[in-house]
């Protein structure tokens, strides 16, 4: 789901938000009003009062949308299958303020899958970001193992954030470079 718009949006109810770029969690009132300048991954973020805020899929109702779809996986789903997943989901994955997702902004680095002793799955994640200094690092990360841990049999997500090697704009895709103008 991508959407760049300005669609009005009034809270229903107080809502918790993180405030962009700064990352700083904050709670919106209810009866708050502004506009919706980004729905990805299923978080939007919304214009209030002269600031840009991230609301998280799990408070979908208090702007009136429906929340992502839980995740589902095949009876007996192989490790492969489990993979496909979080690749899929990694790409669910965006910085409020950048309309691409972390894989094709080449900001993940490695993915790692290893079964526990339990038989449940842990995913390792090794990520950086655009910018060393980037408010929004923290919530990147736990946005990243939060929608890992939401795939059937991962009781783990392991999400390390790295700077070596920095990050540059060639490791974005192709097509994520075309959108920016990043040639």
């Known amino acids: 789901m991508y959407s760049r718009s300005s669609e009005p949006v009034r809270f229903e109810r107080d809502c918790a938000a993180v405030l962009v770029p700064q990352g700083e969690q904050v709670t919106l009132p209810a009866g708050s009003v502004g506009y919706i300048t980004q729905a990805l991954g299923g978080s939007w973020t919304v214009f209030v009062e002269g600031n840009l805020f ?5 408070d979908a109702d208090a ?5 992502p779809e839980p995740l589902q996986l095949p009876e007996g789903a ?4 489990v993979e496909k997943l979080v690749w899929r989901q990694l790409r669910t994955c965006f910085d409020p303020e950048i309309p691409i997702n972390i894989v094709d902004l080449g900001l993940v680095y490695e993915v790692g899958l290893r079964r526990r002793e339990d ?3 842990l ?3 090794r990520m950086t970001l655009t910018a060393p200094a980037c408010g929004m690092g923290e919530i990147l990360v736990d946005d990243v193992r939060s929608k890992l841990e939401l795939i059937p049999t991962v009781a783990e997500a392991d999400v390390e954030l790295v700077f070596d090697p920095p990050w540059n704009r060639s490791m974005m895709s192709e097509a994520a470079r075309l959108e920016t103008g990043m040639f």
């Open 63 to 67: 702007i009136g949308k429906e929340p």
């Open 54 to 58: 991230r609301i998280a899929g799990r």
């Open 119 to 121: 038989g449940q799955r």
């Open 123 to 125: 995913v390792e994640v």
């Open 78 to 81: 192989s490790d492969e299958d």
